[in-house]
């Protein structure tokens, strides 16, 4: 049909106008036949046709339509080359896709997720290809009976194979399932409410429901039908889930050649980590879970579904992989498979070609974060061998000035390669290698508090920075408490007469016990908030708030509040808990002079092949304390002093001039957690460093690991591996 009305379209745009045309334009091409005809009576073949009368007359008219014809015979052409550049060019994709369509499958094409770098463009996260198990339960529509056994069956060949699936139910495992604390969580009991499950009833009267729910038969035990309730549940709200991600060839081969059904093998980008360091730091990926899926009105979370995700996209789990979600996930494509009428692939179409995720570079460098886990962990194994006394703890080096995460480090830590196959193991170690002690950890910041007292009492005026006060061993200003100087307790002597450069060095006591009384808890709580202690660092992973002590959240939380809380809350005791990330950017911002950033570790994010930057961090100072030249002589002189006197023998190999506080907070009988805070260089801040020993006693006993890190920042050759580009990315 559309042939005839193209060539109907030729004709009368092609021939009528050519008779047209010729009518006048063979006028003389007649004349000349008439002629020739007149000179060549004898021609007897148009005379027998049309006699002599109509000869001459016929000549002309032939010459239209030889004319018309032509005419005809150039539209025709052009109008042919017309009709070819629309259906190959104008709408060329379109028709190539229609005209497969009869032979096709669509499918998704994951994009690849964005890699991950460090301050100098050296690669610490990429991929590989890999291949994830997919359940499909809509190949079952309602039978459910069969829907369990096929479970059942891929679950027997993981545990033969020993792959771990993803079963987010919060429900233990084993001949006894019980409830875990995580049934407690608003999306689990809402998970309840809508299949009518009992929301208050018992681990086992929970799984009774969900097996008559997913019509589990009698013929499972409670620990089988545990597992395939696991299934079920991810399956909740949606067709289909990955059940296990990176898994071996071998287990492919059995899929392959078994008949597994509702299990489809499908290829993903799989993580590869360049780098053993940072686990804390760049996090995990994995498949979506059943909570993350749905969102949630009442606490305001946005689920996956909602933001465009497919149900087996991989996503960040924790970390910056978690953080950074949104730059990291690419867009995926959409392509057609053309088959033969064997199965064979014949032929591929891309209707949308997947964009793969932004390059995200952090502020972290790798190298100095090499330093400062090597130097935490040999700090702290140097004192476990000593006592045999397992301990953890934590390091955090602040860019002055910016809020950039230079390195930060929690022991012990773990390997993110081999994550997955250790997870089990890690989850039982009691010395908590997965918990972020730099961020989630809460320690009594100890003496090292002392310099935020200090900067209270010097702007506020209550001191200046030669006021003395002598040291008498016991404050007796109260009746109750007493309190005494550290070195009248150890020595049974006193300090002397100090003013406050030399009490940061001595780390009087008594000197802030008088200082921190005659301040007040009020001031000195406005100054500690402006420094960003016992609130959120801002750090886009994520961390704790920690306690800033004040009568406020004494009777917030039915503990007690006296004045002798305020005394010892200015020397960093009382209900004082800090993160070790809070006590490095606490000094970066009084060094700066009191401009108090939000820390952080996003420096840029690029597009996948550098072509484009997407992204910089770019906030400005959250507050400033704009501390005066005075008082910033003399907390900092104290400091720099500090480095000649107690800590000289850490110190004397510094490569630059620097400042530090020591500081121990009791935790238990002669068991103290040690800190240390530092900066370098003394005249013109760069750096800031918080270290935190649990069990640590003094905090000078960590002066060593302090000026290794200070050590290898500024001694760092400032050369960086070449960016990562497109070649190290997989579609």
Known sequence: ??????????????????????????????????????????????????????????????????????????????????????????????????????????????????????????????????????????????????????????????????????DTLPMTTGSSPQLTSKSLTESFREYLDDNKLPTDGGSAEVLAAM????????????????????????????????????????????????????????????RVYNTKLAAHILGTVGAIWQEEWRSDESTGYVGYADKGYNMNDLVGKDGVEKAFEEYLHGNDGKRLITTDENGKITGELYT?????????????????????????????????????????????????????????????????????????????????????RATQGVYAPGSTFKLCTSVAALEEGIITPSTIIEDKGIYTYYVDPQPMCWIWRQAHTTHGRINV??????????????????????KLDEYATAFGLGQSTGIEIGDVSGVLASPEWAEAHDREWTDGQTITAAIGQSYNLFTPLQLANYVATLVSGGEHYEAHLLKNVKSYDNSRVIGVYGKGPLNDLNISDSTMAAVTKGMHDLTYDSLR?????????????????????????????????????????AIVVEKGGSGSLLANAAVDIINAW????????????????MR
Not at 501 to 521: H, K, P, W
């Open 352 to 436: 949308r070609e997947p964009q793969p995720g932004g390059t995200v570079a952090l502020t972290i460098d790798i190298d100095l974060q090499q330093v400062v886990e090597d130097t935490l962990a040999s700090t702290i194994q140097g004192m476990i061998d000593k006592d045999s006394n397992e301990r953890g703890g934590a390091a955090a080096v602040i860019q002055v000035g910016t809020g950039e995460v230079l390195a930060m480090a929690s022991y012990p830590t773990y390997d993110l390669e081999t994550f997955n196959q250790d997870y089990d193991e890690l989850v039982k170690d009691e010395r908590l290698p997965m918990f972020n």
């Open 211 to 270: 097996r008559k729910l997913y019509k589990v038969d009698d013929s499972y035990t409670d620990a089988q039908a545990r597992l395939i309730v696991g299934v079920r549940y991810e399956l909740d709200g949606r067709s289909s889930y990955t059940f296990a991600e990176d898994v071996s060839t071998e287990l492919l081969g059995r899929i392959t050649d078994g008949k597994y059904r509702g299990v489809t093998i499908k290829t993903a980008a799989a």
């Open 714 to 729: 500024f001694t760092r050759d400032g050369t960086g591996a070449t960016a990562a580009g497109e070649d190290a990315l």
């Open 649 to 689: 023998s850490a110190f004397s190999r510094c490569v630059v001039e620097a400042g530090a506080k020591t500081g121990s907070a009791q935790v238990g009988t002669d068991i103290a957690n040690g800190t240390f805070v530092a900066y370098a260089p003394y005249d013109d801040p760069e750096i800031a460093i």
């Open 501 to 522: 450069s030399q009490a940061i060095v001595d780390s009087c006591n008594y000197f802030y016990y008088e200082v921190g009384r005659l301040t007040g808890i009020k």
């Open 1 to 166: 049909p559309d042939c005839a009305v193209w060539l109907g379209a030729a004709f009368l745009a092609g021939y009528l106008p050519g008779i047209w045309l010729g009518r006048d334009g063979t006028t003389a091409l007649g004349q000349q036949l008439a002629a020739w005809y007149t000179e060549n009576p004898e021609s007897t073949a148009f005379t027998a046709a049309f006699g002599a009368r109509f000869a001459v007359g016929a000549l002309q008219l032939c010459a239209v339509l030889l004319c018309g014809f032509c005419i005809w015979g150039i539209g025709l052409l052009v109008l042919f080359f017309a009709v070819l550049y629309d259906a190959q060019v104008v709408h060329g994709s379109e028709n190539r896709a229609r005209s497969i369509t009869s032979n096709t499958a669509s499918e998704t094409v994951t994009a690849s997720r964005g890699i991950i770098t460090d301050r100098n463009g050296k690669v610490l996260v990429s991929n590989r290809l890999a291949y994830t198990l997919v359940v499909d339960k809509s190949s079952f529509g309602k039978d459910e009976a069969a829907l369990n056994d096929a479970i059942w069956q891929l679950i027997q060949l993981c545990q033969e194979q020993g792959v771990t699936w993803n």
